[in-house]
């Protein structure tokens, strides 16, 4: 079962939701080991439809320096 499951993320930016979730350092992690696939996981678990999570992701990685990583 997903522990983040019935949280309420709607107002929060991206990484509002992450922090909420106790899951911003493994996303910070998985961005800097450029893992593309653990980072739209992550995404997903906080209530990021895949087509968003997808486009975030691809936007951190084509450019990791302007999301400080």
Same mark, same amino acid.
């Given at each position: 079962?997903?522990?983040?499951?019935?949280? !309420?993320?709607?107002? &929060?930016?991206?990484?509002?939701?992450?922090?909420?979730? *106790?899951?911003?350092?493994?996303?910070? /992690?998985?961005?800097?080991?450029? !893992?593309?696939?653990? &980072?739209?996981?992550?995404?997903?678990?906080?209530?990021? *439809?895949?087509?968003?999570?997808?486009? /975030?992701?691809?936007?951190?990685?084509?450019?990791?320096?302007?999301?400080?990583?």
């Amino acid at each position: 079962m997903n522990p983040h499951q019935g949280a !309420d993320y709607s107002g &929060m930016t991206l990484n509002e939701r992450l922090f909420a979730a *106790g899951i911003l350092e493994q996303f910070d /992690t998985a961005a800097r080991r450029r !893992d593309r696939a653990r &980072m739209i996981s992550l995404l997903l678990t906080v209530d990021v *439809g895949q087509s968003k999570a997808e486009c /975030t992701v691809e936007a951190i990685l084509a450019n990791p320096s302007f999301y400080g990583y």
